[in-house]
């Protein structure tokens, strides 16, 4: 999750330092997908909203932890949050209006 007001420049800084990592510490880089900006269940440092991304790819552990390193001190990345991937399962959640419409 990105911070609401960061620059649309830097979402892809950051994206591009997590996929320079990854390969460099033999990790394979599957996708970056944007899911847009969500309202949050609970407000964060006051605000409301953030930007998700889904970060698909496959590491060892060296280079997860060092992924996780980098994320958890970059400016502007809110939260983070490392997963295994279920083959399959890997598109963006349907926006709450549409949920609620289901």
């Known amino acids: ?3 609401p007001d960061v ?3 830097r979402h892809q ?3 591009d330092d997590v996929k320079a990592t990854v390969s ?3 990790g394979e880089w599957h996708a970056a997908e944007p899911w847009g900006k969500r309202k949050l269940a609970y407000e964060i440092d006051h605000k409301p909203d953030a930007w ?18 980098r994320l958890a001190i970059a400016d502007g ?7 295994n991937r279920i083959a399959g399962q890997t598109s963006a959640p349907a926006p709450a209006a ?4 289901a």
């Open 24 to 26: 460099k510490l033999g």
């Open 52 to 69: 998700y991304y889904l970060l698909t790819f496959d590491a060892p552990t060296e280079a997860l932890a060092e992924v996780t390193r």
């Open 13 to 15: 800084a950051i994206i």
């Open 77 to 83: 990345v809110m939260r983070h949050m490392a997963v």
């Open 98 to 101: 549409a949920a609620a419409e």
């Open 7 to 9: 620059a649309e420049e």
């Open 1 to 3: 999750m990105i911070e």
